[in-house]
C-alpha cells in the first residue's frame, strides 16, 4: 500500500521561500495514472488545493498559488517537493501531500505537516 510523508521545516519567516518533500514508499511515482498533490488547511479554514505533479512530470496550479509555486520531482529518489514564494504569516497551515487517480480528489494522504510562517 502506498505512504506518503512530508518533511521541511516547521518555520518559516515571512518572504522567505517555503520547500517541503513528499517522500513516497510503496509505489512509483511514475506510474500511470497517479497524480501528486500538495494541498494545505490554514487554521480553522477548509483545505486549499495547490497544484500538482503527474506521472508524465506534468504540473498543474491553483491560479490562487500559481505567481508563487513550483513543484518538481525527483525520480531517483521516489519523491516530490513543493516550493512556495514570498510567504507570509497567511501561509501557516497543515501541508498535506497526497495522491489521487487522474485529476480526482486524493484518496491517499500523508499525515500532513504544520508550517509556521512568523519571525
Known amino acids: 500500500q502506498v505512504q506518503l510523508q512530508e518533511s521541511g521545516p516547521g518555520l518559516v519567516k515571512p518572504s522567505q521561500t517555503l520547500s517541503l518533500t513528499c517522500t513516497v514508499s510503496?509505489?512509483?511515482?511514475?506510474?500511470?495514472?497517479?497524480?501528486w498533490s500538495w494541498i494545505r488547511q490554514p487554521p480553522g479554514k477548509g483545505l486549499e488545493w495547490i497544484g500538482y505533479i503527474d506521472y508524465l512530470d506534468s504540473t498543474n496550479y491553483s491560479p490562487f498559488f500559481k505567481s508563487r509555486t513550483s513543484i518538481s520531482r525527483d525520480t531517483s529518489k521516489n519523491h516530490y517537493t513543493l516550493q512556495l514564494a514570498s510567504v507570509t504569516p497567511e501561509d501557516t497551515a497543515v501541508y498535506y501531500c497526497?495522491?489521487?487517480?487522474?485529476?480526482?480528489?486524493?484518496?491517499?494522504w500523508g499525515r500532513g505537516t504544520q508550517v509556521i510562517v512568523s519571525l
Open positions: 510503496g509505489g512509483s511515482i511514475s506510474t500511470n495514472p497517479y497524480y
Open positions: 497526497a495522491r489521487s487517480t487522474g485529476v480526482g480528489w486524493p484518496n491517499y
